[in-house]
T-cell receptor, first 113, second 117 residues
Framework: KAGVTQTPRYLIKTRGQQVTLSCSPI?????VSWYQQTPGQGLQFLFE???????NKGNFPGRFSGRQFSNSRSEMNVSTLELGDSALYLC????????????FGPGTRLTVL | GESVGLHLPTLSVQEGDNSIINCAYS??????FIWYKQESGKGPQFIID?????DKRQGQRVTVLLNKTVKHLSLQIAATQPGDSAVYFC????????????????FGKGTHLIIQP
């Protein structure tokens, strides 16, 4: 069974731009969560989607948004990029929103210049 | 605030020895705990989990211990191998909220396990 895939793997943007990251969950998984990983803050929860609905949201500004499609694929968007948004963005999928076992993708490395 | 933390940022062990990685948590509402392994350039990989109604769970070469009294959990890796070299994270998840969803995972800072030949 294919794992979680994320595209693109690497991205370079400049301040003020916006970016869209994509995540395809494991087949049959309906819950998709997004995390930001930085050396200083570690892994931080952004939001979780289940059946096209945002179920939970972490403590991030409104510039960070996401959505989930009917096929469970998910995208996250960051608008008005700041230098501090440079990070590894990880997507994780699970069968449902109540299960803790999440399977992570390889991440998208975003660099903001 | 409530968070999950690890005691040591780096742990160095000899190949073949047992490794013990510790984690302390402060949220008494946590009911599910997971250990993840992250190798360089990869996303976290699930190792083992444990629910709050258990105090021990064993997997292949790994054991997780949960002490709810002192809010502590540990990951024991038997006969550590070079392939075990990675950063290990503990994570906690609280139960379902009023909307029927569960909080996302809260991760600790991680312990870098270094294997000495």
């Amino acid at each position: 069974k294919a794992g979680v895939t994320q595209t693109p793997r690497y991205l370079i943007k400049t301040r003020g731009q916006q970016v869209t990251l994509s995540c395809s969950p494991i087949s049959g998984h309906r819950s998709v969560s997004w995390y930001q990983q930085t050396p200083g803050q570690g892994l931080q929860f952004l939001f979780e989607y289940f059946s096209e609905t945002q179920r939970n949201k972490g403590n991030f500004p409104g510039r960070f948004s996401g959505r989930q499609f009917s096929n469970s694929r998910s995208e996250m968007n960051v608008s008005t990029l700041e230098l501090g948004d440079s990070a590894l963005y990880l997507c994780a999928s699970s069968r449902d929103t109540l299960r803790g076992e999440q399977f992570f993708g390889p991440g998208t490395r975003l660099t903001v210049l | 605030g409530e968070s999950v933390g690890l005691h040591l940022p780096t742990l160095s062990v000899q190949e073949g020895d047992n490794s013990i990685i510790n984690c302390a948590y402060s949220n008494s509402a946590s009911d599910y705990f997971i250990w993840y392994k992250q190798e360089s350039g990869k996303g976290p990989q699930f190792i083992i989990d444990i629910r709050s109604n258990m105090d021990k769970r064993q997997g292949q070469r790994v054991t997780v211990l949960l002490n709810k009294t002192v809010k502590h959990l540990s990951l024991q890796i038997a006969a550590t191998q070079p392939g075990d070299s990675a950063v290990y994270f503990c994570a906690e998840k609280r139960g379902i909220d009023a909307r029927g969803g569960a909080d996302g995972l809260t991760f600790g800072k991680g312990t870098h396990l270094i294997i000495q030949p």
